[in-house]
């Protein structure tokens, strides 16, 4: 199978079906290594559990130890026994991505305790309230720091690693509202435009791609996976949220899990891409 996504063509592997219809996707996985930001909960869970079912021994990195807000559940270690009691393999470790110390304290305890590292995937972020006369500073420099100088911290210091293990994958998630809002006019009702969560996504891209380029000669690739659509995740309601009465009816992210196994499973060729979520989902239906 080939398909082209704003680079030149490259074969791509193609999960099949067995004649019950079944998917065959397997543990395509097994023997890799995964660093997932942010899979205390929401979409960085889901990838998590998805590359773990793929075979990966896979490694929650967020901060949450503990249940502090009931609009947040879960936590590190609820998700990695999770995994484990569905026999998958998962550790959790604690991870600050404002802090550069921890990050690569994550990198390095996890070679420690996994032998290596195959798979990164930068899906930690935060969204900030306001425009741009009510905005916080305060929230401006969390976003910075979480959003954007968090995963090129991780990435440098997984580079090591990944090329120790003979090359590897980077996949770092944005969203649709990193794409540009174009010129003016604008419909009445366009907010901010994803003012600046938007923002620094463009910038991950913008980074993902130039990384791409680097560190092609080391068969790592570095990949965009972009939510094309809103999924209602305990961080993205948590501002409207009650406090005293959590509406804890989530949506699931299947499709981000099962996308992110798909990148992790092409070859080193397929780096610098920007693939979103609800336009893979309709020629990939085929993934377990």
């Known amino acids: 199978m080939y398909i082209a996504t704003g680079g030149a063509h490259v074969p791509l592997l193609r999960v099949g079906r067995d004649r019950s ?61 999770s995994i484990r009691a569905e026999g998958g393999q998962a550790i959790a ?18 070679v420690s305790e996994l ?23 305060r929230h401006i420099e969390l976003m910075w720091q979480v959003d954007l100088r968090g995963p090129i911290l991780m990435c440098k210091a997984a580079v090591a690693p990944l090329r120790a293990a003979g090359g590897g994958h980077i996949i770092n998630i944005s969203s649709i509202v990193g794409k540009f809002p174009g010129p003016g006019p604008y419909p009445e009702g366009s907010g901010t435009g994803g003012l600046f969560y938007g923002m620094v996504k463009a910038g991950l891209e913008r980074f993902t791609q130039g990384l791409a380029v680097q560190l092609q000669g080391d068969r790592i690739s570095a990949n965009v996976l972009s939510l094309g659509y809103l999924i209602r995740t305990p961080g993205n309601i948590w501002a409207q949220n009650d406090p005293a009465n959590p509406n804890l009816a989530f949506d699931d992210a299947h499709w981000m899990g099962k996308a992110a196994v798909w990148i992790a499973q092409q070859p080193p060729e397929y780096t610098g891409h920007i693939v979103f979520d609800d336009r893979i989902r309709y020629w990939l239906a085929d993934i377990d």
Not at 25 to 42: M, W
Not at 51 to 58: N, P
Not at 115 to 136: F, H, Y
């Open 93 to 110: 470790i604690p991870t600050n991505m404002r802090d550069p110390e921890s990050i690569t304290a994550c990198v390095e305890r996890t």
């Open 21 to 81: 219809g079944a998917a065959m996707a397997g543990r395509t996985l097994e023997g890799k290594v995964a660093i997932v930001t942010g899979a205390s909960r929401g979409i960085g869970e889901y990838i998590a559990r998805h590359l773990a079912r793929a075979g990966a021994s896979v490694v929650i990195a967020a901060r949450s130890e503990e249940v502090s807000d009931p609009r947040l559940p879960g936590t590190i270690h609820s998700v990695a026994e």
């Open 115 to 137: 032998g290596r590292l195959d798979i990164v995937v930068n899906n930690a972020a935060i969204l900030v309230p306001g425009d741009i006369e009510s905005v916080q500073e």
